[in-house]
């Protein structure tokens, strides 16, 4: 097998690992599922999650990374033989993940192109393109394509690279739409909406809980192996609880950006705030067209959203084509085009289900929602329960506890707190949400 390399610097760890976590997640969903659930008291109970069950969660996958050093299955296959299939749920929820992602990525960047090369898209334009049969399936293809050369260039030269790059600058962009978008008129209440927690009115509020349960997981990655594989390129000295909060409160602070620049501009012009999915391709667009530049304000966000989803995408693609290269002893370059293959296989049929294959359903569901449900609402949680099962009981807080403090050379003061929550309150909580999503 290869050596798959290691990252060149703490701060190249940090960006890729956000990079990963920011995503469709933080600029797609955030917003909508913010705004469906009672805005002010939606995001207070999001920020409690990310802080006591998200920060451990992720805390416990880097250290079962950084102590196997090798793929999501084999690290923790190394702290116990039979645990290898606790890790397995990520590699197969990626490709799952990926076959969706990719059709989304598609119709990001096939909406930053008309921005540029027509002007923006009408309200109407979203529901017809989505339904087309090639053309959308050629920009989903050229997306995953985009995403495995930049893995097959390898770990430090490729997603370490790029990840630099491209997560400073979307802080950035996002930062200055924020502003823009805020001195608009009557964004105020939007701002009030989104950030001052009120009465729910007819929302009740355990469906509030629940989605921003649910919402916390996949945004932050959990349960997935992404961070396990990660987390198996840290050098021995690096320090993961620090790693474990950054990383959480850079995700948390952009989807509130991205709440800030949606739900405010949305608000100023009166428009429907329930808009779902549809939120940034058909109510944005509209949002724009009001606005002085919205057509440049169009293609910003557009390619911010493209950015965002290219560093989530890329790690996905390494969690499963690391799996693969020490699996089948293949080259890299190998492992990403099997693991493309199976995505765009899969995600074909998840971007026809818009159109020809609409009516094909499963579980009254068409295609692409169905693998999305798998994904986030079963084998993502399963998989994060076994991952808090694997590092509290079966290896143990005081093992645990060794990795995460360098041998007892950092002081690390939370291991008790963090026991209790690996061991009861975070399993407890992703049971509800799992069991939740059912009803
Ligand atoms: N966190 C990503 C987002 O916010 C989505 C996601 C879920 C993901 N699980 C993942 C990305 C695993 C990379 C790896 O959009």
Request: proline share 4%.
């Amino acid at each position: 097998m290869k050596e798959n390399g290691k990252w060149s610097s703490g701060f190249g760890f940090i960006m890729a690992s956000a990079g990963s976590a920011i995503g469709l997640g933080n600029l797609w969903k955030f917003p909508y599922v913010a705004s469906a659930n009672g805005g002010g008291v939606f995001l207070l109970v999001y920020v409690i999650f990310a802080l006591a069950i998200g920060v451990p969660v992720l805390l416990a996958e880097l250290a079962i990374g950084r102590y196997g050093g090798k793929n999501a299955v084999d690290s923790c296959k190394a702290i116990h033989p039979a645990w290898g299939f606790a890790g397995g749920f990520g590699i197969i929820c990626s490709v799952l993940i990926l076959s969706f992602y990719s059709v989304v990525g598609g119709w990001v960047m096939k909406f930053f192109s008309k921005c540029i090369t027509e002007g923006l898209p009408s309200p109407e334009y979203f529901g017809e393109y989505s339904s087309r049969t090639a053309e959308p399936i050629l920009w989903q293809t050229a997306f995953a394509v985009i995403c495995g050369l930049i893995v097959v260039m390898g770990i430090s030269a490729g997603i370490e690279k790029a990840s630099k790059i491209l997560l400073p600058a979307l802080l950035i962009f996002l930062a200055g739409v924020m502003i823009y978008t805020l001195t608009l008129p009557g964004a105020e209440e939007g701002v009030k909406f989104f950030l001052v927690p009120k009465a729910l009115g007819e929302i009740p509020l355990s469906k509030v809980i629940l989605s921003a349960m649910g919402q916390m997981f996949f945004s932050l990655s959990l349960g997935m192996g992404t961070l396990i594989t990660y987390g198996s390129y840290l050098p021995k000295s690096s320090r993961l609880v620090p790693s474990a909060y950054t990383i959480v409160i850079i995700d948390t602070l952009i989807a509130v950006t991205a709440g800030l620049v949606m739900i405010p501009a949305v608000f100023s012009f009166g428009m429907d705030l329930k808009a779902g999915p549809g939120m940034i391709f058909s109510t944005l667009p509209a949002v724009f067209a009001r606005i002085k530049g919205g057509r440049i304000l169009g293609a910003i966000m557009f390619l911010l959203i493209f950015i965002a989803a290219v560093t989530s995408a890329i790690s996905l693609i390494e969690a499963v084509a690391s799996f693969l290269i020490y699996r089948l002893k293949i080259s890299r370059k190998a492992a990403v085009a099997v693991t493309l293959g199976m995505v765009i296989l899969l995600g074909v049929p998840a971007s026809l289900s818009f159109g020809v294959l609409s009516d094909v359903s499963i579980w009254g569901m068409n295609i692409f929602d169905f693998i999305a449900f798998a994904a986030d609402n079963v084998i993502m949680p399963l998989g994060a329960i076994f991952i808090c099962i694997l590092v509290g009981r079966i290896w143990g807080m005081k093992n645990a506890a060794e990795e995460i403090s360098n041998g007892g050379r950092l002081k690390f003061k939370g291991r008790k707190l963090l026991g209790a929550i690996l061991n009861y309150a975070a399993p407890a909580v992703i049971l509800i949400v799992t069991v939740g999503a059912f009803r």
